[in-house]
Every structure is written in structure tokens, then in C-alpha cells.
């Protein structure tokens, strides 16, 4: 009687044992589907991160680009706009001369003068006013640049995860910085 109660008993912890075991195997599974489901997630989160990586250097490529470009046309603007200048100053000259009589020359000298004063004024107050304008620009860019690249630097540091398994089946985390 004893036997057979001692063999029921072991038909018992070995039904347990199964149904345990096969609790674990269903438990690792799920765990083994969850895993690749996280790492193929992790995968097209990298491989769209190198896309958009790729997309900012081009497009910082192109700004570079056109920002020598633009230095380029603005240094022709100046010199046509000095070209500009002094051709006025031929054509006032000229017109000051043709219309002038020998009555009234020392009127038309101290015109020409006052003509040539202010017009450089005019010129040098222009000419300081484009320049402190263009150091301002220059001064957004470059803070646009130091700003973009902060950015840049702090969206490409990474955080790794590992994850560690524990005796009672339970998941823990462990961030690290890289």
C-alpha cells in the first residue's frame, strides 16, 4: 500500500515536472519571439537612421554648396556696384562740365566738390552699413552651423541596452552608456 502510494505520488511529481517543463518551453519560446521581433525592430531603426544620417550630410554638402556660392555672387554685386558708382560720378562730372559757362566756373568747381563730398559720404556710410549686414549674416551661419552640429553630435550618441535573465524568468534591464 505504501508503494503503490509512494508510486502515485512519483506519477504525480512527474506530471507536475512535465507540465513545468513545458511551461518553461512555451516561456522560452515567446521570450525567443520577442527577441527577434526587438532586434529586427532595432534593424530597420538603424538602417533608417543611416538613411536620414546620409540625407543631413548631403544636405549639409549642398549648403556648403551654395554658401560659397552666394560669397561668390555678393563679391560680384560689390564690385558692379562700385563700377555703378563711379560711372555716376563720370556722368555727373560730364553733365556739371557740358552745362557749365566760364561765368559761373567757380560755382561749378565748388558743385562738383560738394557732389563728390557727398557722394562719398553716401558711398562709405553704404558700403560700412553691407558690411556690418554681412558680418551679422555671417555670424548667423556660423551660430546655425555650431547649432546644427550640437545637434547632430547629440542625436548620433547612442544608448545600449542589454538585456539580463534571471532565475525566476523575469526580465531585467540594464542601460549602459556607450
Known amino acids: 500500500d505504501t508503494q503503490r502510494a509512494l508510486e502515485e505520488q512519483v506519477i504525480r511529481l512527474k506530471e507536475l515536472l512535465h507540465g513545468s517543463a513545458n511551461a518553461a518551453e512555451e516561456r522560452e519560446h515567446a521570450l525567443r519571439k520577442e527577441i527577434e521581433r526587438v532586434l529586427d525592430r532595432e534593424k530597420r531603426l538603424e538602417d533608417e537612421l543611416g538613411g536620414i544620417l546620409k540625407e543631413f550630410d548631403r544636405l549639409t554638402m549642398n549648403f556648403t554648396d551654395f554658401d560659397g556660392e552666394r560669397r561668390k555672387l555678393e563679391r560680384v554685386v560689390d564690385k558692379q556696384k562700385e563700377e555703378l558708382s563711379a560711372l555716376r560720378a563720370k556722368v555727373e562730372d560730364t553733365t556739371v562740365c557740358s552745362s557749365a559757362s566760364t561765368d559761373v566756373e567757380s560755382l561749378r568747381k565748388e558743385f562738383q566738390s560738394l557732389l563728390k563730398t557727398s557722394r562719398a559720404e553716401s558711398q562709405a556710410l553704404l558700403k560700412a552699413s553691407e558690411d556690418e549686414r554681412k558680418s551679422l549674416e555671417a ?37 549602459m552608456s556607450p
Open 139 to 175: 555670424d548667423l551661419r556660423r551660430a546655425k552651423r555650431e547649432r546644427q552640429a550640437e545637434w547632430y553630435g547629440l542625436t548620433t550618441t547612442s544608448t545600449q541596452t542589454n538585456i539580463l535573465y534571471t532565475n525566476c524568468n523575469k526580465i531585467t534591464h540594464n542601460a
